[in-house]
């Protein structure tokens, strides 16, 4: 790796090694969010259950906002400014400009785009994919309906496009390394944008400006408004990207914490006694209230019908009313504890 990736004296792009580690940062970034938001839902889905019913949507104005903060300021995404790396235009320029001097609108709008919109539409796709494999295995809809057809044909033909996705990016990064291309990912292709190191004409002109920002005064009304706006706006990026910059060093930890090899010993350090029923129940308008008889379901009022258990709050439904409910507001009917679809458990009496 260290020759592969060995730069000529002067040279100032960044090496595959950090080009790559960049890219994972954002991508650790959100499922350890992820978990968080999880586990504040789980604790209190009446504050905190929409936060993780929308935190896709959440998380994109988030991003938006510190992506934002970061290209008109340093030029560079989040990460890229992490590593110490800008983004510059395309083309045989002798001069590079500053980091400070921002992107050309174009480039600017378009790497804005790119870093925000592809990850979420990922994203939202791999759900639908897994949305419709467990439709499948489950069996909703008839057999012979042309929506199966249509949704199991697309199942068939996902791996391959995905496979073609990443094999781009695997192929523009082989290129990269044997210097055979400007670019380590197609998406800053696709921006006019490449990578290169931060020069320390760039650090201190960067050193400048924020020293600028926080001595500069305005007079007018209305420059005083923009430029309180402005703060704001600023000021919450900054606590974003701060808080993020503090909690990137605990990341790698958490990777461990939640391996797979690290799994066993998880267990051994968590392993508590079975908790007892949930005492605070959720008896607000819309909420299934517990009926007397055991052998009835508490959404339909009915005697069971292929009897399944939610494995976050042990209440036992009739499995098309409870599969029903939780797909459509994913929380318990009884508790609103948080449950996702996996948590579904089909019980099977002696008799069957």
């Not at 990850?119 to 309906?145: A, F, M, Q, T």
């Not at 197609?186 to 924020?210: C, M, N, W, Y």
């Not at 090899?261 to 819309?286: F, R, Y």
Request: proline content about 6%; aromatic content about 10%.
């Amino acid at each position: 790796g260290a020759h592969l990736t060995a730069e000529a004296a002067g040279d100032d792009r960044p090496s595959v090694f950090e080009a790559v580690a960049q890219d994972s940062l954002m991508a650790a970034v959100k499922p350890a969010l992820q978990h968080l938001v999880k586990v504040l839902a789980e604790s209190n889905p009446g504050r905190y259950g929409v936060l993780w019913r929308r935190f896709d949507e959440v998380y994109v104005l988030l991003d938006l906002l510190l992506q934002q903060h970061y290209l008109a300021r340093c030029s560079a995404s989040f990460s890229e400014n992490f590593y110490s790396l800008k983004r510059i235009p395309v083309g045989d320029c002798k001069q590079q400009p500053l980091a400070t001097a921002g992107l050309p609108k174009k480039q600017h709008w378009k790497s804005l785009l790119l870093l925000i919109l592809v990850p979420y539409l990922k994203g939202k796709l791999e759900k639908l994919v897994s949305s419709l494999r467990e439709e499948d295995d489950y069996s909703i809809h008839p057999p012979s309906s042309s929506w199966k057809r249509f949704y199991r044909a697309f199942l068939a033909a996902y791996p391959f496009i995905n496979m073609a996705w990443e094999g781009w990016f695997l192929i523009q990064q082989l290129c990269y390394i044997l210097g055979k291309a400007q670019h380590h990912s197609p998406l800053l292709r696709l921006a006019g944008v490449r990578l290169v190191r931060l020069t320390a004409g760039d650090i201190q002109a960067l050193e400048k400006k924020l020293a600028a920002a926080t001595s500069g005064q305005v007079h007018s009304f209305k420059a005083r408004a923009q430029s309180a706006v402005r703060k704001a706006l600023g000021g919450i990026a900054f606590s974003l990207s701060t808080g993020l910059s503090v909690c990137v060093f605990f990341l790698q930890f958490l990777d461990w914490w939640y391996s797979s090899e690290n799994q066993e010993t998880i267990k051994s350090l968590t392993a508590l006694p079975t908790p007892p029923p949930p005492v605070h129940l959720d008896h607000e308008a819309g909420s299934a209230l517990l009926p007397k008889l055991k052998t009835l379901c508490p959404l339909c009022r009915k005697v069971r019908v292929n009897a399944t258990a939610l494995s976050t709050s042990g209440f036992v439904f009739c499995y098309r009313c409870v599969y029903g409910y939780v797909k459509a507001h994913q929380c318990c009917p009884v508790t609103g504890y948080a449950t996702e679809l996996q948590h579904l458990v089909k019980l099977y009496s002696p008799e069957s």
